[in-house]
């Protein structure tokens, strides 16, 4: 027998599914609709402990979880520009950065500009410096000339732009004269 904890029979309303993708932010979140039997199932992978099944919804209609999956920022991966009535699968992407924290000003200059854009941000403390920013494949380290802490900074804001973060950054003059 599965386990029931994880099962939601019947047509369940969801509210607010906007709500819902905001709660379970993360790395990388799939759904599929299984049209033999009606079912739908939510698999989060935050990249670090592999991935897991969140969510199990059973007897609904694809019109249901098509729509649940639209409201929480799911994309149709058949076309990621336009929603196909058919499609099962929707997915999402949130991006990861990972910054190795050597307890220096700068190092903490990026986390704290990470937390202001909205990143997802895994602060690993080290202690042999220098700092230094994973992001995919891509390293960032003051051991290059170019990667300076506010470079790499710059380069984040760039990020949250094309990552098309909820609170990318305006510019701070921008958010000083909204504060005052």
């Known amino acids: ?11 369940p309303v ?34 670090e402990s592999g991935g897991r099944d969140i969510l199990t919804i059973k007897n609904v209609s694809h019109e249901s979880v098509a729509k649940l999956a639209k409201g929480m920022g ?15 699968f929707w997915s999402i992407s949130i991006p990861i950065i990972h910054l190795y924290h050597d307890g220096s000003e700068d190092a903490e200059k990026i986390r704290l500009e990470a937390c202001r854009l909205n990143m997802e941000c895994r602060v ?14 891509h390293r960032y380290s003051p051991d290059s ?27 701070p003059s921008e958010t000083a004269q909204a504060t005052a």
């Open 145 to 171: 000339p170019f990667w300076s802490a506010d470079n790499v900074i710059k380069e984040m804001r760039n990020w949250a732009k094309m990552w098309n973060l909820k609170s990318y950054l305006k510019e």
């Open 14 to 47: 969801v509210f607010n599914p906007t709500f819902f993708g905001e709660v379970l932010r993360g790395s990388c979140f799939y759904m599929h609709y299984d049209q033999k039997s009606q079912s739908a199932k939510l698999f989060h992978n935050n990249g």
């Open 74 to 88: 799911l994309k149709s991966d058949r076309d990621r520009d336009r929603e196909s009535d058919s499609c099962c």
């Open 124 to 137: 690993v403390p080290i202690n042999g410096g220098p700092w230094h920013l994973n992001s995919g494949i």
């Open 1 to 11: 027998m599965s386990n029931l904890s994880n099962v939601i029979v019947g047509g």
